[in-house]
């Protein structure tokens, strides 16, 4: 790629950048307004979607090249009759940071904020492509359909200012980034609630104002919300959960923690056993910690970093992860003829302690619940109903907890080591809003589902709920009866005639190909 653009580029060839990021038009169509050039032209494009890309005066840019991600799938089209060589390669990743105007890195707030973005690196790929020419100019398009080229004029004076301004934006963050104390903030609390041995007590703080902003009971140490939580900040809120826990005898317990852009701290009598201060590269962790006999004080730290706060935290002793095969085993004995199979798909719970209520609607025949937990929560069984559950089998994506509302020694709960077929939805056809041609989704997700739940049971499944955000869920919402399996049946031949149709259209394209009908402009 340096041998072709050595041909292309002097001394007094000028390089202008564009960033794409994808089109309003239904065919990611967008037109490109070049700037007339006495000098020759080298246009650098990186875009996050493969586009379809109209280039206007192309002849009175004096354009000499076009340089593309090497992978975009971008295609090119000249108004002017101006064919240049279109040379493919790996740019700079800059569609991943914010499609403004703004030439400079952005740096998230917080002990473990990150950087994302700035031009400095992209000055420096083109300068080693381009035999130290420098970069004159450049453009952005975020959903438009007609960019000019360039936006920005870039001299050197202004080159030297956005590289001077990134290098003292970074060493800030680097400063920024070294842990700070905040122990003092911490120790501010409410000498009115006692600490529970049942649930937690937990505190919220303000950065900011560095005062604790209240005080109450809850019964998880998890927290969930976007941009401000109890008038705090997101990204200035910091937490304190606190318990005692009671210990009858000497036990292995572990914590687990499922937590992104945040500091957490868990201490237990006095010790820290865990201090997270970066985003953990394993994601769930489980910090395994040994209570001898007695009651022993747990203080679990949270400081976030991000502009949303989404933390999961449980206290566990160490349960029993089943395979589907040792889960027919479990379930063997428990499910006859007239046994109900139910499952629910649940993305996300919308509830501020990341839990979600789960009730089983009444039914005269006994119930197996089948849960597949995408995202980390805690599930509480509500079976005011007095509904007969045999058994409630789970798989948790993250990490989770089950729980009954109404403890029952007769209710089997059996955590899911392998995981089993996720319902995204049920069988749907109708018109795509993008391509406005017929499609059809989760045509066989169901049966996908049904495998799974044969294996274990033998059975089809008899309803289903799948919930994207919800912090309450009825189970089943939609009954599987025999009805419901032809519907599906009928949207499934539907899906295989228009994939027909599909390819059909798709054989006639790469038959116009094959005898020449379209030219590449691609050396």
């Known amino acids: 790629m340096q041998h072709k653009l050595q041909k292309l580029i002097t001394p007094s060839t000028k390089l202008w950048y564009l960033a794409l990021y994808e089109s309003n038009h239904p065919t990611q169509e967008v037109h490109l307004q070049l700037k007339d050039s006495k000098e020759p032209t080298v246009l650098f494009i990186s875009s996050y979607r493969a586009m379809s890309l109209v280039i206007h005066n192309a002849q009175k840019a004096n354009l000499k090249a076009i340089v593309s991600s090497g992978d975009s799938g971008t295609t090119f089209n000249f108004n002017d009759q101006k064919v240049v060589p279109i040379i493919r390669t790996l740019l700079y990743d800059r569609h991943r940071i914010d499609f403004e105007t703004e030439l400079l890195p952005k740096c998230a707030t917080g002990p473990v904020g990150s950087c994302e973005g700035g031009f400095t690196p992209i000055f420096e790929q083109i300068n080693s492509f381009s035999q130290g020419n420098e970069l004159d100019g450049v453009s952005f398009g975020t959903k438009e359909n007609m960019i000019f080229i360039p936006q920005v004029e870039l001299t050197k004076a202004k080159r030297q200012e956005i590289i001077d301004e990134s290098k003292r934006i970074l060493e800030e963050h680097e400063k920024d980034m070294k842990p700070k104390s905040y122990d003092a903030l911490f120790a501010q609390t409410n000498p009115t609630l006692t600490i529970p041995n049942k649930g937690y007590k937990v505190s919220y703080y303000d950065k900011k104002s560095q ?9 998880y140490p998890s927290i969930k919300g976007s941009r401000e939580i109890a008038t705090i900040e997101a990204q200035e809120f910091m937490a304190k959960w606190e318990r005692d826990v009671i210990v009858a005898m000497d ?10 852009w945040s500091e957490v701290k868990i201490i237990v009598d006095g010790q820290v056993i865990y201090n997270q201060t970066k985003k953990p590269a394993d994601g769930i962790q489980r910090i395994k910690h040994h209570f001898k006999k007695g009651v022993h004080r747990v203080e679990i730290r949270l400081i976030n970093g991000w502009h949303t706060v ?27 003829d007239n ?34 937990l995408n995202e980390s929560m805690h599930v509480e069984i509500d079976n005011t109903a007095k509904q007969k559950i045999k058994a409630i ?30 319902l995204a939805g049920l069988p749907m ?25 044969q294996k274990l049971t033998g059975k089809n499944v008899d309803g289903v709920s ?41 054989d006639a394209y790469s038959k116009k190909l094959k005898k020449g009908q379209f030219e590449s402009i691609l050396e």
């Open 393 to 422: 089998v789970y798989y948790a994506k993250k990490a989770g907890t089950v729980t009954l509302k109404q403890p029952s020694s007769d209710i089997k709960i059996i955590a899911l080591n392998d995981k089993f077929s996720y």
């Open 339 to 372: 046994t109900k199979l139910y499952y629910a798909a649940i993305e996300s719970t919308r509830d501020e302690n990341n839990r979600l209520t789960i009730s089983v609607k009444e039914d005269k025949a006994p119930v197996v619940l089948f849960l597949n």
């Open 429 to 453: 056809c109708g018109e795509s809003k993008k391509t406005k041609e017929e499609t059809c989704r989760y045509v066989y997700g169901i049966d996908f589902l049904n495998k799974d739940i």
């Open 466 to 506: 799948v919930e994207k955000l919800n912090s309450q869920i009825t189970v089943p919402s939609v009954v599987m009866d025999e009805q419901q399996y032809r519907n599906i049946k009928a949207l499934q031949d539907k899906d295989k005639e228009i994939n027909k149709i599909r390819k059909e259209k798709s």
């Open 310 to 336: 989404d933390f999961y935290a449980a206290l566990k002793r160490d349960i029993k992860k089943f395979t589907l095969d040792e889960v027919k085993k479990e379930l063997a004995g428990l499910i006859t």
């Open 211 to 219: 005062k604790m902003v209240l005080s109450k009971y809850t019964d």
């Open 251 to 260: 036990e292995e317990r572990y914590f687990e923690v499922d937590n992104g």
